[in-house]
Structures are given as structure tokens and as C-alpha cells.
């Protein structure tokens, strides 16, 4: 005779699955904090205009360009908040795979991952803070645009639609 558990005995184990992930969490945040007392944040960055052309229209950003490696590692780290159409622009010079993280960032972001030719090969939404996952291009890029969480699907920022910024050529 095969054993059914009780709704009670289900609901128990569901959310014990649901809550052990949650047990490492504030040793992330706590790690997290430390890091971010080292690490300095220019409160006055150098911002850069990009647009988005989308099937909709144009959409004006101001954004940090990551154009050095130390600059592309430290990235938004520690950042507590970003502005509405605001970002950091990362550039990689050349077309390549492409392999980001979310240590220390402590707000989601939308990756927008840009060909050569400034045409968005694809987005990696909402991404989790502080995760350690690497978060792939899928394809040789040549930069990235780290924008706010859930702003591309707000915007209507779409694979395919193009970006305008002296990194790209006009066309």
C-alpha cells in the first residue's frame, strides 16, 4: 500500500523548501555590506546620452560608460537606487561571449546585451541581487546595458531594437 501524505504534511515540506534557500541570505547581505564599505562611488559620474530605438519610438538615457576593467568590476555595485532611463553602458571593445554576475548589487537590473552594430541580441530581465550566477549574452556582444529592473518590459525594450551612441555606427 503506497503512502499518501496529508495536505498539512505537503504544505509543511513546500514551505521548507521555500524557506531554506532564505537561511543563507543575510550572511549574503552581511558580506555584501562589508564589501560595499570598501568600494567608492563617484556621487558626481561622468554620464554619457544613449538612446533606444524601439518600434515605438526613441527613448533618451543618461548613462555611465564602464570603459576600464576595473570600471566593468566594480559595475553598479552597492548602488542602493538608479534613476528612471539611467544606467551604465559596459563596453568590451570587441564582439565576445559575455558572462555578468550580480555580486554586491544590491538592486535588480535588466541586462540589455548589444551587438557591434548596436542592435540588442537580447535582455536578461529582473535580475536577482546578489547572486553569483553568471547571467550569459547567449552570443558574442559587443557591450552591455545594465538599466533599473523591470524598465525594458516597461519601456518596451525588445530584442532587436537598436542603440544610438558614438560606441555604435549610425545607421
Known amino acids: 500500500m503506497r503512502h499518501i501524505p496529508s495536505r498539512a504534511a505537503l504544505a509543511a515540506k513546500f514551505a521548507l523548501a521555500l524557506a531554506l534557500p532564505l537561511v543563507g541570505l543575510p550572511g549574503v547581505a552581511h558580506a555584501a ?3 560595499c564599505a570598501q568600494i567608492k562611488i563617484d556621487p558626481k559620474p561622468v554620464l554619457d546620452p ?5 518600434a515605438k519610438g526613441v527613448l533618451a538615457f543618461q ?3 564602464a570603459r576600464t576593467n576595473d570600471q566593468r568590476t566594480q559595475g553598479l ?3 542602493k537606487s538608479l534613476p ?19 555580486k ?12 557591434a552594430d548596436g542592435s540588442i541580441a537580447r535582455i ?8 553569483t550566477e553568471t547571467i550569459s549574452s547567449g552570443e558574442p556582444v559587443r557591450a552591455v546595458l ?11 525594450i525588445k530584442a532587436g531594437d537598436r542603440i544610438a551612441h558614438p560606441m555604435f555606427p549610425a545607421k
Open 33 to 35: 555590506e562589508a564589501e
Open 77 to 79: 555595485m552597492c548602488r
Open 124 to 131: 536578461a530581465a529582473m535580475t536577482t541581487p546578489l547572486s
Open 84 to 102: 528612471e532611463q539611467g544606467g551604465m553602458l559596459f563596453d568590451f571593445k570587441v564582439d565576445q561571449p559575455v558572462y555578468m554576475w550580480m
Open 63 to 65: 548613462v555611465e560608460v
Open 104 to 115: 554586491n548589487t544590491l538592486i535588480p537590473l535588466d541586462m540589455v546585451f548589444i551587438r
Open 146 to 156: 545594465e538599466i533599473g529592473g523591470g524598465e525594458a518590459r516597461r519601456l518596451g
Open 50 to 54: 544613449l538612446e533606444i530605438v524601439t
